[in-house]
């Protein structure tokens, strides 16, 4: 609990943004066009980081952001398919708490669910 409490404000909002654990993907990150992401997602580092690497960012922007940003809004509307597709994921307990702590057994957790969920 004490963890959690750390990693919030007094305002309740969180200290540790979604894009921060992006920056340490961003770098494997190959052969991909676009980059569906939701407002937690907006920043200008971010952004700019992602054209750096030729990626087209269909990102929101925040409510508070001062300029508006243009996306593609018919694109960010398929986003509920990748949305729906980790709910599905997390109905399976083992994936879910990830019992496996090793990446292989984790792996082989998710490509079993992944086969059973969407073979059925």
């Known amino acids: 609990m004490e963890t959690a409490a750390a990693l919030v404000s007094a305002q309740r909002r969180c200290l540790y943004p979604p894009y921060i654990g992006a920056r340490a993907l961003l770098s494997s990150l190959s052969n991909v066009e676009w980059l569906l992401g939701d407002r937690g997602h907006d920043a200008y580092w971010f952004r700019e980081a992602l054209q750096d690497k030729g990626i087209r960012p269909c990102i929101p922007g925040r409510k508070s952001r001062v300029e508006a940003v243009r996306y593609d809004k018919r694109r960010y509307k ?17 994936v879910a708490t990830r019992y496996g702590r090793c990446p292989k057994v984790f792996l082989s957790a998710i490509a079993l669910a992944t086969t059973v969920t969407y073979w059925l």
């Open 78 to 94: 398929r986003r509920n398919r990748i949305e729906i597709m980790f709910g599905r994921l997390k109905d399976w307990r083992r």
